[in-house]
């Protein structure tokens, strides 16, 4: 088997630090101080948190693999596949998109990507909230 298997160590990231210690905190205090403002917590925000915080971890499940020609083996820790939200499941997500994309979706042709952006000072204006207006 080629490489070594080095685990991510999630828990000395800033993020995770934050949600281990304090996403408690802010699930009992959610309804009070930000319900208002914000509309209800969704059940899936929390779902995403623990999931996060599960995610690598071999208490939360892993897999052994062994190599057919040597017989070697190594734990592959499970990973919590949230994508948007877990740094190293969505950079995994990431490049399997774009290789999916590069590989089967566009044309072997030259491609362009060409961004309009309306100023913000226009972004008010009837046209952009989708009223219709004539020009003439």
């Known amino acids: 088997m080629a490489g070594v298997y080095r685990p991510r160590h999630p828990e000395r990231t800033v993020l995770?630090?934050?949600?281990?210690?304090?996403?408690?905190?802010?699930?009992?205090?959610y309804e009070n101080r930000f319900e208002k403002e914000y509309g209800f917590l969704r059940p899936i925000i929390k779902e995403v948190v623990e999931r996060y915080l599960d995610c690598g971890n071999p208490r939360c499940g892993f897999a052994r693999i062994r190599c057919s020609h040597c017989g070697e083996e190594r734990l592959l820790m499970l990973s919590c596949h949230t994508r948007g939200f877990c740094p190293s499941c969505h950079a995994k997500r990431l490049e399997e998109w774009g290789e999916w994309l590069r590989e089967e979706l566009l044309?072997?042709?030259p491609h362009r990507q060409v961004v309009f952006v309306i100023p913000k000072m226009l972004r008010i204006m009837p046209w952009w909230t989708g009223s219709s207006i004539t020009l003439s």
Do not use: C, G, K, S
């Not at 995770?16 to 205090?29: G, K, M, P, S, T």
């Open 16 to 29: 995770y630090r934050v949600l281990f210690h304090y996403f408690d905190q802010f699930l009992a205090e």
């Open 107 to 109: 044309l072997d042709v």
